[in-house]
């Protein structure tokens, strides 16, 4: 009879032993996760920095991808054949509009405006000899002692004499544009490109690779696209005459290279794209775009006017979506659903619905925080960065009010 009163006895232990252990397990795991950023109690203000929404106007962007272009591209070609004679650039130099580029043999040309010239002066020679006896001949017909058929032939020879002096004057204007054309002139201010004829070598009208290609990037031009749906935003402006400003970003998108204006629209959507190509020009005086260069480009579209802006630090996202924590007036937070609209320049974010101007908001220390925490602004001089980032109250700070 006594084992079995032993057993129970044993059995009892156990369980109290079982239910210790568990119950130390359990504050131990309340006590680490504590530790490691869990909310605090509600009693007790949890450090954040904060911010005030305020109003103010916001420019309304589009961000696009955009390729910059030349301008204009000019392959250079000689406008007669003959002998590459001279050439009076270096490669990659900068030129001006009418500078000098290379010079052709002429000596054919030449030759061939002094034989012009030369049968010229002999068709005036003749038309002056026929006019004179034209002259003698009407006053022979005017007697009666020259027949009518002869004065028809002298004012027939006469006519045909005008013609060919004529027929020689347009031949010497044709000789002296071919002889111009071998002064070869850049057609534009730019930049040329490699050689691609050497002097010594023999060119032709027909050439298509041409002697260099000029690339005028003062003013340049940058394309991009923009999505259909925002094709109104872009089109009505323009058919307004107004101006569409332009930044060319760099291609991490945080410092502009330069300002520009809208002057191209696409006539058709991209049907395999669903989006409308546009053309920038830039003014480039630094040169900081430079043909094939790839861009980040900011359109601006409109003005979103007395906008409620908050630091961008304050918006956070879930996936219920994005919201910020209001601090009310007894400095408890709250958890607000916000729509957000376009960013400021300076590291703001416009909020479309949500919160209102004068409120403020977190934006540091979101993490510690639930519906109804209790917080306690400090200015980020005054406590060290950890602080507010694990919500832990060094030695000394007040618990809030």
Do not use: C
């Not at 002296?176 to 023999?202: F, K, T």
């Amino acid at each position: 009879m006594i084992q079995p009163s032993s057993s129970r006895g044993f059995t009892r232990l156990s369980l109290a032993l079982l239910l210790s252990l568990a119950a130390a397990g359990a504050g131990w795991y309340f006590l680490s996760q504590r530790q490691v950023g869990m909310p605090p109690p509600m009693d007790e203000a949890t450090p954040v920095q904060a911010g005030t929404a305020t109003l103010a106007s916001v420019p309304v962007h589009l961000d696009a991808l955009g390729t910059v272009s030349a301008n204009y591209t000019v392959t250079v070609t000689s406008r007669i054949d003959g002998t590459l004679q001279a050439v009076h650039f270096t490669e990659g130099q900068r030129v001006k509009k009418g500078q000098l580029l290379a010079e052709i043999d002429t000596r054919t040309y030449q030759a061939t405006l002094a034989q012009y010239q030369g049968e010229l002066a002999e068709n005036q020679a003749q038309l002056a000899n026929a006019k004179l006896t034209l002259t003698r001949y009407s006053r022979l017909y005017a007697k009666d002692s020259l027949a009518r058929q002869d004065l028809d032939t002298q004012i027939a020879l006469v006519e045909q004499y005008a013609g060919a002096v004529k027929a020689s004057q347009a031949q010497i204007r044709s000789a002296q544009v071919n002889l111009g054309y071998g002064r070869i002139v850049a057609p534009i201010d730019g930049y040329v490109g490699l050689r691609q004829v050497d002097p010594g070598n023999m060119v032709h009208a027909s050439d298509t690779s041409g002697i260099v290609t000029i690339t005028q990037t003062q003013p340049i031009a940058a394309k991009f696209s923009i999505p259909q749906a925002n094709l109104q935003d872009v089109l009505q402006p323009l058919r307004r005459g107004e101006s569409l400003a332009v930044e060319a970003l760099s291609q991490q998108g945080d410092e502009v290279l330069a300002g520009g204006t809208v002057k191209f629209i696409s006539n058709e959507i991209d049907t395999a794209t669903g989006s409308v190509q546009l053309k920038a020009l830039f003014d480039n005086p630094d040169e900081r775009l430079y043909p094939n260069q790839f861009v980040n480009v900011r359109l601006r579209i409109g003005t979103l006017e007395n906008a409620v802006l908050v630091p961008a630090a304050a918006v956070q996202l879930s996936d219920a979506g994005k919201f910020v924590y209001l601090i009310g007036q007894d400095d408890t937070v709250k958890r607000q659903t916000v729509t957000v609209g376009p960013s400021a320049a300076d590291g703001r974010v416009a909020i479309l619905s949500g919160v209102a101007g004068g409120e403020r908001v977190v934006t540091q220390g979101v993490d510690q925080l639930g519906n109804g925490s209790r917080v306690s602004v400090v200015d980020a001089t005054e406590v060290d960065i950890s602080v507010i980032e694990t919500g832990k109250r060094p030695a000394g700070m007040p618990p809030g009010p």
